[in-house]
């Protein structure tokens, strides 16, 4: 059993950084496809940024430039490093492990932009 914890969350003011962290359980955290995912009340789930086992990576659009995903296998931790941020960024972050036909979720964390 696969279980995601994410951190850092927070209230920042607008231009600030956060940097989220998802820590997984279990011995296939460097097998797996990690991503963060972010939804706002009345909208859909929306994929953020993802890391495949290779390290390859890619982003949503509105993100490019601003947020870098990486992980550390060794400490099976994903990150998300959130730079000038904006108040339209304010949403629950998830983190998602994929492996095979799997997927699990962490609990979520608040990240609230505004002045």
């Known amino acids: 059993q696969v279980q995601l914890v994410e951190s850092g969350g927070g209230l920042v003011q607008p231009g600030g950084s956060l940097r989220l962290s998802c820590a997984a359980s279990?011995?296939?955290?460097?097998?797996?496809?990690m991503g963060w995912y972010r939804q706002v009340p009345g909208k859909e789930r929306e994929l953020v940024a993802q890391i495949t086992e290779a390290y390859s990576t890619n982003y949503l659009d509105s993100v490019k430039g601003r947020f870098t995903i990486s992980r550390d296998n060794a400490k099976r931790t994903v990150y998300l490093q959130m730079n000038s941020l904006k108040p339209e960024d304010t949403a629950v972050y998830y983190c998602?492990?994929?492996?095979?036909?799997?997927?699990?979720w962490g609990q979520g964390t608040q990240v609230t932009v505004s002045s």
């Open positions: 998602k492990l994929h492996l095979g036909g799997s997927n699990y």
């Open positions: 279990g011995s296939v955290f460097r097998l797996s496809v």
